[in-house]
């Protein structure tokens, strides 16, 4: 059997990884500032992080969610405790689409609503709702666009006061838009957001997906303005490549039986993982470390001239390139041995481990220095 082949590839085969390193067949060391699409938050192999997953595997990794599972709660507590939403209440799936589908589907029952108000260039992910709800007609089948959902533009105050009526069940946005190509959304833009779904009864998710998990130095790119969501979806960081998914839910939502379900959400590999990365991420002071890097990228990076625009907050940016640089996450990686990642239609995206070193992310510079150099004289 052939695999199904919708993954553009570059030829390079990872075999070993450790840190913010990762290493081909043939022993060619490579820097990974993209994480592998957000996911490595703690850095790759981390030493807890194996060793839990390991002594997990020693006891029991799996059965079903029909059992009493103190792991779940141990996560759930830490969870609470470290995202500054203790009285929060978690369900616990397998992936952001999963944790978007169901936070939408969740508003659903809550209001009694279909109509859902998403932004241009959002990402949700690939299941039903949460792609119906990403504005990108080419991953959209015929079959999720049967769902009620309305783009709105991006930051735009205006629109949103207009179009969040007592219709609307949901109103999702990324804390800041990661395949959008990193674009943040203002504090008024969310607590205008926040006011017009309390005014209007329909409920508030926060995708945290790519932005959450100490990334951009808070727990949540939405708490550096005065919003409280009313639903909260995690993944991605969350295990540090372990698949492990989560919503966040206002107390005042109340479940009842067999509400939301999943087989394999909150295993316990998964909560083994995810508990892992948050004691790192406490431990370490991880989410001070994305900060102090992230500010001194972004400060290196706003100095180069043929750099049109850096945006982003903590280890989450975005810089934009003209077209007489469209190669340059090539030559990244190629000549420099360097990962990252890119948005349309010329954003090259940084979204390395959370414990990136200082040393490690000059090396990024000293090569943009090389390439930029090379472009300007040429
Ligand atoms: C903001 C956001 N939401 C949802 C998703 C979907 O997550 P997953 O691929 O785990 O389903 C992604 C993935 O890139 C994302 O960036």
Sequence with gaps: MKLFDVYPLFPIEPV???????????????????????VISIGHNHPHFVERLKDQLDKISFYSN???????????????ELS???????????????????????ASFVTGRKKVIAFTKAFHGRTSGAVAATDNPKIVAPFNANHEIEFLPFNDLKNAEEKITKEVSAVIIEGIQGV???????????ELLSKKCQEAGALLILDEIQSGYGRTGKFFAHQYSLVKPDLITVAKGMGNG????????????????GMLGTTFGGNYLACAAALSVLEVIESEKLMDNALLIGNHWMEQLKNHQSIKEVRGLGLMI??????????????????????TGEAKPNTVRLLP????????????????????????HS
């Design 16 to 38: 070993k990884a450790e840190g913010s390193w990762l290493w081909d067949k043939a022993g060619k060391k490579y820097l990974d500032l993209y994480g592998g699409h957000a």
């Design 66 to 80: 029909s059992v009493k599972n103190s792991l779940q709660e141990q996560l759930a507590e830490k969870l609470g």
């Design 84 to 106: 500054g939403y203790p009285d929060y209440e978690l369900f616990l799936c397998n992936s952001g689409a999963e944790a978007n589908e169901n936070a939408l589907k969740l």
């Design 180 to 190: 959008g190509g990193i674009h943040i959304p203002s504090n008024s833009f969310l």
């Design 242 to 257: 372990f698949p492990v998914g989560g919503v966040l839910i206002n107390p005042n939502i109340k479940p009842w039986s």
């Design 318 to 339: 975005g810089f934009d390139l003209p077209e007489s640089l469209a190669s340059l996450r090539k030559d990244l990686l190629f000549k420099h041995n360097i990962f």
């Design 353 to 376: 481990s959370l414990a990136l070193s200082k040393p490690e992310a000059d090396i990024l510079l000293e090569a943009l220095s090389v390439e930029l150099k090379e472009v300007a």
